[in-house]
C-alpha cells in the first residue's frame, strides 16, 4: 500500500522499485453525502522491478490461504500434522492452490469468483474506481456486503457456504500424497486426518436457527486430539493413537460469549459474511473458536 506521507510512497522509492500501480476501494469506504456517491481508494504496488504483475496476482490467492488456514488457525492442527509428516504448510498450501485451479465444481467456482473479485484492485486511477463503483448495479453489491476485503471475505464465504467442498478437497489431497510419499500407517493417518478436519469444523462457534450462539456442545472423537495440542503437537501423532472413543465438550466461557454476543449486535446486518469479517478486522482469531475440555475418553 502506497501510504501517504512514509518513505514507500516517495518518488525516489516509485522510481527505484516499483513499475506499475493501481487502485482498490478500501473496505466499506463508500457511502452517499449530501446526495452524492463518495468512494475512498488507496493506492498499492502491482509491480517491481523484480517482480512482474502475473507473479503478484499469482500469489494473492496463496496469500488468501495462508492467512486462513495458517495465521488464523482455522486448519492450524491440520498443517501441523502433516508438517511433522515432512510437508512443509507452504508446499502443501501451494499444492492446494492447484486443486482449486483444477476442480470442475464448487472450489473451481470460488477461485474464479475471487480472481474476479481480485481484478477490483487493478484500477488505473481513483477517479476510474469512483466511475466504476457508483453505477447501481455494483454499488448495491457494497450496500448489500457482498464485496469487501478479499480475504476476509473468502474465509467466510468457505466456512459458511461450502465448508464441507474444502474439507473434502484437503482430504483427498493429503491422502494421495500420503499415498505417494508411502508414509507408514496410512489407514491410520487417513483417519486421524478425517478425525482433525471434522475437530477444526466443530470449534468454530456454531449459531442456532434463530441466528443465536450456541453455547456449549458434546462431540464424540476417536482420537485425543485435544491431547495431541496440549502436548504441543510434539509428534507426528502424539497419544491419539491411544484412545478408541472420547468425548468433548465445546464451550464458550461467560467472557468470551459476552465480548461475541456485543461484537454480533454491533455489527449485525442481513448479511452474514459482512457481520463475521466485521468482527474479524479487530479481534484475536481465537475469539471464534470455542474452548475444548476433555469430558471421557476410552484407552484402546
Not at 522510481?15 to 487502485?23: A, I, P, R, V
Not at 499444492?95 to 483444477?102: C, R, S
Request: one cysteine or more.
Amino acid at each position: 500500500m502506497l501510504l501517504p506521507g512514509t518513505e514507500c510512497n516517495t518518488q525516489e522509492t516509485r522510481g527505484k522499485f516499483f513499475t506499475k500501480t493501481g487502485w482498490r476501494l478500501l473496505d466499506n469506504a463508500f457511502g452517499i453525502y449530501d446526495g452524492q456517491k463518495v468512494f475512498e481508494g488507496e493506492e498499492i504496488v502491482l509491480a517491481t522491478k523484480t517482480i512482474d504483475v502475473g507473479v503478484l496476482r499469482n500469489f494473492r490467492f496463496f496469500h488468501f490461504l495462508m492467512q486462513f488456514m495458517w495465521s488464523l488457525h482455522w486448519y492450524r492442527e491440520l498443517l501441523t500434522l502433516l508438517q511433522y509428516h515432512g510437508l512443509h504448510p507452504v508446499d502443501f498450501i501451494a499444492l492446494v492452490v492447484k486443486e482449486f485451479q483444477k476442480d470442475t465444481s464448487t472450489m473451481r467456482s470460488l477461485y474464479n469468483e475471487f480472481e474476479a473479485n481480485h481484478a477490483l484492485e487493478n484500477f488505473k486511477s481513483n477517479s476510474e474506481l469512483s466511475t466504476y463503483w457508483e453505477k447501481e448495479e455494483h454499488f448495491h453489491c457494497l450496500k448489500e456486503g457482498s464485496y469487501g476485503k478479499l480475504n476476509y471475505v473468502f474465509t467466510y464465504k468457505i466456512l459458511l457456504d461450502c465448508q464441507e467442498e474444502f474439507n473434502s478437497l484437503l482430504l483427498n489431497l493429503v491422502s494421495e500424497i500420503a499415498e505417494e510419499r508411502q508414509w507408514e500407517e496410512f489407514d491410520i493417518f487417513i483417519n486421524n486426518t478425517t478425525e482433525i478436519l471434522r475437530f477444526i469444523s466443530e470449534k468454530r462457534i456454531s449459531l442456532d436457527g434463530e441466528q443465536r450462539l450456541v453455547d456449549r456442545k458434546r462431540i464424540r472423537f476417536s482420537i485425543d486430539i485435544l491431547g495431541w495440542k496440549e502436548q504441543n503437537f510434539s509428534d507426528k501423532h502424539g497419544n491419539m493413537l491411544n484412545i478408541t472413543d472420547i468425548e468433548y465438550e465445546f464451550y464458550l466461557p461467560l467472557s468470551k460469549k459476552r465480548i461475541l454476543e456485543h461484537q454480533f449486535c454491533q455489527f449485525k446486518s442481513k448479511n452474514n459474511n459482512q457481520t463475521l469479517r466485521m468482527m474479524s478486522v479487530y479481534t484475536d482469531p481465537d475469539q471464534f473458536f470455542y474452548n475444548v475440555r476433555r469430558l471421557e475418553a476410552n484407552k484402546s
